[in-house]
């Protein structure tokens, strides 16, 4: 039993690392430091470094231009891009509905679709969700119907991630509306530039608006777009669900976080002449943080192990996604309560794209409460945590 | 990266399991507990046949060479048939002092006995005023002559009144809770001056207070160097620590299996209680409770295997014996309110589960000792 690397991993780790501190523009690294969003210009300038140097697509097959890379390998990856703060490619496209296409589409789809994901040519949105359909996703009622060789597709779709930047979007909608729920949905691929396709901006508790509603009146979508068979959509949408998420735990994250918290108590007074870095019960906080940190990165070392020699990511990575968020959110939290009244004035537009003045309050107490609002959708997406809860329950303990 | 166990530690976990499965029932534990000695002299005598009084020691003394990976293989089995036999008190802890710190005629003299199982020791280290702190010692050793004499009160000895040798840890100099100045002491249990006040943990093992009144022994006596015992006793002490959270861990692992299968059965409102979400989530995070345990064990366990320093080792352990013993609390009493009123039955495992697991945590310091260990290392 050892966790150690072996010689090849740690040649690949200082791979990355020189990679990494060479080719993450600097610009980019002072906005991730100090909570300022990229563009989506800077988002796809970096995914196209990636690309050039061949790791854009860790889950990627070699075939279709993936890195062949193995569990540890990607987990080395993730771990340094976490650790410089280097952006994961959005996932939309090159994590989520790339899968789908490789195993359910056909040659010509593949043909059109893959090689402009990889080159981040193309920017890909979801829609899954619905304003009824949340945790109980199979109960969408986005309708298409076969109008000769189109969909017409009606209705609308929620909780869709940067759509604005979206040239396609992946969509699940209803094609048989006479079977049991999950029997009657399709897996759809549609140009966001189709007349009759809105977009509504749904502003969150930080004042962003990085989600949207896309409203479906009489969209016409070619049938070409259709993946798989009619009808299977909600087989193919379980595969995109269950597909092995890199770094779900978020562990690199949390270590850039807790070294932050770390050096933000020792500056931040307690009002009684010492600073909160002395402070009796915030320092048995960070190290209660701490050691979540140590027993959530060994959880997740022992499913990769797992993973490592050939067995299939079980049930069991929802205890990374449920304890990795209520870890990150408890660091929110904390972050909140170092800042004291410094994280009271509501200015949004200071962590935007061309703000030009200092941002408001030392440290990063400026973002504290902003943060701590819009990441509470840690535990909501992705399966809530209390679905992840409902798949231990079902599939680990057998209830 | 490799996390399964060696073809050695295979073999080892299962000879434990096989033990447990067919020695160790509740019923029989029980009846182990009611006997004067509270530990089976048969089971003792298994053990060293087993070869597992041998796991700590190294090769060169004649021992297994038992590393901590091992070491947690075998309390996780021991947990989860909850042991009363002085196995960690005698083996692991006295042992290990005597090998690490011994001379070589005190290891000669002693070694080959413990491995036999004709010798049992028992660490007295705590006292009334150290809490968890094991260099906080006010005993004191005196040199009179070639002798040391030795006067203080140890409390909660683990199977002191099993052992026949006391190690006894007694400041020769220094101050209170000065690291300098601590020596152990070699010490007969029915020496002249030695009074012990046996009882019964809350978890059926044996121990005992300890009070040492002008109790005289041969500067032979001494393990290691005058008043430098104090890197070798916290370091024996860690490996305790470690050894009680893996056995915790063994134990959650049969609270969690023994509530998920009540839950199947019992059956209330007409359908078995485990079909309710409320309860269904309390499971789920029991289980993850189980696996965070497990997770930090597994890193303490690496890491005293490893090559860091003393410090890196202790803040592992800290880490790991404060993390478990959060588990510990959540799952040892949803085990119980998930049994509803058989679960606060004597009559039933799991209270008896609750309360290993209860003891422990405070075992070697609770969850909240630990967590402030951590943060001042």
């Known amino acids: 039993m050892n966790a150690d690397f072996t010689t090849e991993e740690l040649a690949f780790q200082s791979e990355v690392r020189e990679f990494l501190a060479n080719e993450f523009p600097a610009e980019l690294k002072h906005k991730v430091d100090n909570r300022i969003r990229l563009s989506k210009e800077e988002i796809v300038r970096w995914q196209k470094i990636l690309h050039k140097k061949g790791w854009m697509a860790p889950n990627w097959p070699q075939e279709y231009g993936g890195t062949g890379w193995t569990p540890t390998q990607k987990y080395i990856f993730s771990t340094e891009m976490g650790l410089m703060g280097a952006p994961e490619p959005t996932p939309f496209g090159v994590t989520m509905v790339a899968p789908v296409i490789m195993a359910y589409g056909t040659e010509e789809q593949k043909q059109r679709f893959l090689p402009d994901i990889l080159e981040s040519n193309v920017w890909w949105c979801q829609g899954y969700s619905e304003p009824n359909a949340g945790s109980d996703l199979a109960s969408l009622k986005t309708m298409a119907v076969r109008d000769g060789d189109y969909y017409v597709v009606n209705g609308n779709k929620t909780w869709n991630t940067y759509g604005q930047y979206a040239d396609w979007i992946f969509c699940l909608v209803r094609t048989d509306n006479s079977v049991k729920k999950q029997e009657g949905i399709s897996f759809l691929l549609i140009d966001m530039k189709t007349p009759g396709i809105t977009l509504k901006p749904i502003v969150l508790l930080d004042g962003h608006a990085e989600v949207n509603e896309v409203f479906f009146d009489d969209v016409r979508v070619p049938v070409e777009n259709l993946i798989g068979e009619e009808n299977k959509g909600w087989t193919y949408a379980k595969v995109l669900l269950t597909h092995e998420r890199t770094n779900i735990a978020g562990v690199p994250r949390g270590k850039r976080r807790l070294a932050s918290l770390k050096r933000i108590a020792a500056e931040t007074d307690d009002g009684f002449g010492g600073t909160m870095a002395e402070n009796a019960d915030f320092k048995a906080q960070l190290a209660e943080a701490e050691i979540e940190l140590q027993a959530l990165e060994y959880a997740e070392l022992r499913t990769l192990a797992a993973l490592s020699v050939g067995k299939a990511p079980g049930p069991e990575s929802s205890i990374l996604k449920i304890v990795g968020t209520e870890l990150a959110q408890k660091m929110d939290e904390m972050t909140v309560e170092l800042a004291g009244y410094n994280c009271l004035p509501f200015v949004p537009e200071q962590f935007e794209e061309g703000f030009e003045g200092e941002q408001m309050g030392p440290g990063s107490s400026a973002a504290a409460a902003i943060n701590y609002f819009n990441n509470r959708k840690l535990s909501i997406f992705g399966g809530s945590n209390e679905v992840q809860r409902n798949i231990i329950s079902k599939a680990v303990l057998g209830l | 990266m490799d996390f399964s166990y ?4 295979q073999m080892l976990q299962e000879s434990v399991q096989k033990f447990v499965m067919q020695k160790y029932d509740f019923y029989t534990r029980d009846d182990i507990i009611k006997t004067e000695a509270g530990y089976s002299t048969e089971n003792w005598t298994m053990f060293a046949e087993l070869g597992w009084l041998t796991v700590p020691f190294s090769e060169e003394d004649g021992g297994f060479g038992g590393n901590a990976v091992d070491l947690m293989v075998m309390m996780e089995e021991f947990g989860k048939g909850m042991l009363v036999e002085p196995y960690l008190s005698a083996a692991v802890m006295g042992g290990t002092l005597v090998a690490n710190l011994g001379n070589d005629e005190q290891k000669s003299a002693l070694i080959p006995q413990i491995m036999e199982g004709g010798l049992i020791t028992a660490v007295a280290y705590a006292e009334q005023g150290s809490r968890f702190n094991p260099l906080n010692v006010k005993t004191s050793a005196a040199a009179e002559g070639g002798d040391v004499v030795l006067n203080g009160a140890k409390v909660a000895v683990l199977g002191a009144p099993n052992a026949q040798i006391l190690i006894v840890s007694a400041r020769d100099s220094g101050a209170q809770t000065d690291a300098e100045g601590i020596s152990l002491y070699l010490v007969e249990a029915s020496a002249p001056g030695v009074a012990i006040t046996p009882f019964t943990t809350i978890d059926g093992r044996k121990s005992g207070d300890v009070t040492l009144t002008d109790v005289r022994v041969p500067a032979s006596a001494r393990l290691g160097a005058a008043g430098g015992a104090a890197a070798a006793l916290s370091a024996v002490i860690d490996r305790a620590t470690l050894a009680a959270a893996a056995e915790a861990v063994g134990a959650m692992d049969s609270l969690l299996a023994k509530t998920v299968e009540y839950s199947k059965t019992r ?111």
């Open chain 2, 6 to 9: 060696s073809e050695e530690q």
């Open chain 2, 267 to 377: 059956k209330q409102f007409g359908t078995a209680i485990g079909t309710f979400q409320a309860l269904q989530h309390r499971m789920a995070d029991m289980f993850i409770q189980c696996q965070l345990a497990r997770s930090i064990v597994v890193r303490a366990a690496m890491i005293l295997d490893g090559d860091d320093d003393a410090a890196t080792k202790a803040k592992a352990v800290s880490s790991a014996k404060s993390r478990v013993g959060k588990s510990i609390r959540l799952v040892g009493q949803e085990a119980v309110q998930i049994h509803g009123g058989i679960g606060v039955t004597d009559e039933l495992d799991v209270g008896h589960l609750f309360k290993r697991v209860t003891a422990l945590d405070l075992m070697f310091g609770n969850a909240e000792y630990h967590l402030q260990r951590f943060a001042s290392l």
